[in-house]
């Protein structure tokens, strides 16, 4: 497997080696879904609901974080916009926000406050794929998986919300952006400059979809600092491949994998966690094999981490432990 010590290159990649390898010995992060989904019930949501749909009655973001913490996890990204177009903070550009919710708690502060006190770096999930605040745009929704277009007005709508976020929380370790799929190679390549601009230390994600991180859409998801490796592990036969040729120059691109502890992004009741022998093999090939793993858990409709997934993730560290494999 490449690695940084493999050769004297120093990449044509934004951010130096130095900077990547300290992203990289975070290894273990929390994924947080949680929004309008949780409360419909549909992972992919039409963006129809009422906004008073939300409305988590015993909300606790201080409990998130201090599992991630208490699980060895180092860093956690929150999706403070899902498909749903919900947002978790009280942003200027919609009304469709936490403000005018059933609880009007700005989810994004209080994860940035939970996460400074128990030392865990935030991040930021923001998705390109947004069925209520169309703005002329056709999503995925309306035309089939895979295709869907923004309008101008949509670009200039993610880029405002994105400069909310990145200019009103302080300092965030990690911006993904899913689906970018839906957005031009053009406006890609403004949203990551504004991006680092705003946040210079952060390592950007374009999420480059399902699969093992052999294959790079270029033209779906470029330009990027990490790779995705999302529903699967690192290639078996290479490990992550961390320096990539694109158009004809060379880039170290770390990798992170991405899975829920159980089966789905959002919480849903009938959802139950992997197996104990699951979640450490997830762990430690992802590890072994060169990349970050991050691992969602899905809070349900009060606002909580569910036991089960809490006591899985107690589990995981004990055996981990066991293992002397702190993460």
């Not at 989904?37 to 992972?43: A, L, P, R």
């Not at 089966?263 to 060169?290: C, H």
Request: charged share 25%; proline share 5%; aromatic share 10%.
């Amino acid at each position: 497997m490449t690695t940084m010590t493999d050769t004297n290159e120093t990449g044509a990649q934004r951010l130096s080696l130095e900077q990547l390898a300290r992203w990289e010995a975070l290894r273990f992060g929390m994924f947080i879904h949680f929004g309008m989904s949780t409360f419909d019930g549909k992972e992919l949501s039409t963006g129809t609901a009422p906004a008073s749909l939300y409305a988590p009655d015993r909300l606790d973001v201080d409990q998130w974080v201090s599992v991630a913490r208490d699980t060895g996890m180092k860093y956690a990204v929150l999706t403070t916009k899902h498909v749903a177009g919900h947002c978790l903070w009280p942003t200027r550009h919609t009304d469709y926000h936490v403000g005018n919710s059933g609880n009007r708690t700005d989810v994004v502060a209080a994860f940035v406050a939970a996460c400074a006190k128990r030392g865990v770096l935030p991040g930021f999930y923001y998705c390109s794929w947004d069925n209520h605040n169309r703005l002329g745009s056709k999503t995925p929704s309306d035309v089939g998986w895979g295709e869907g277009y923004v309008s101008r007005a949509y670009m200039d709508f993610q880029t405002a919300q994105i400069e909310e976020l990145l200019t009103q929380y302080g300092a965030v370790a990690e911006v993904w952006i899913d689906i970018p799929s839906v957005l031009p190679r053009f406006y890609r390549e403004e949203l990551y400059a504004r991006i680092a601009e705003l946040q210079p230390q952060a390592v950007v994600m374009m999420n480059n979809g399902i699969g093992d991180g052999s294959a790079y859409p270029v033209a779906k998801a470029w330009p990027a600092d990490i790779v995705a490796i999302e529903r699967f592990l690192p290639n078996s036969h290479k490990g992550h491949v961390k320096w990539r040729e694109i158009e004809g120059k060379r880039y170290y691109l770390p990798g992170e994998v991405c899975d829920p502890i159980g089966r789905e992004w959002f919480f849903t009741e009938e959802d139950q966690p992997r197996s104990d022998a699951e979640l450490l093999g997830m762990y430690l090939v992802s590890i072994s094999r060169g990349t970050n793993l991050l691992l969602d858990v899905g809070p349900d409709r009060h606002g909580l981490i569910p036991e089960k997934f809490s006591r899985a993730l107690q589990r995981l560290r004990r055996n981990l432990d066991r293992l002397d494999m702190q993460p």
